[in-house]
């Protein structure tokens, strides 16, 4: 199994995305995200490191 993240999951792109991975049998959504301020940068980014172990 497969854990993902999508950051910008609210745009079109985003969208289709999200769309297209919770169809992938191997796929897990575990976070979806808005945006990125930069100031919050490092607490998505020690999230994204949790998901990849």
Same mark, same amino acid.
């Given at each position: 199994?497969? &854990? ?5 999951? +609210? ?8 769309? %297209? %991975? ?7 959504? &575990? +976070?979806? %995200? &808005?945006?990125i301020?930069?100031?919050? @940068?490092?607490?998505?980014?020690? +999230?994204?490191?949790? @998901? +990849? @172990?």
């Amino acid at each position: 199994m497969i &854990k993902a993240g999508v950051i910008g999951a +609210t745009g079109y792109a985003g969208n289709e995305l999200v769309r %297209l %991975l919770m169809q992938h049998p191997e796929v897990e959504l &575990k +976070t979806l %995200l &808005k945006d990125i301020l930069e100031k919050n @940068l490092m607490r998505y980014m020690k +999230t994204i490191e949790r @998901l +990849t @172990l």
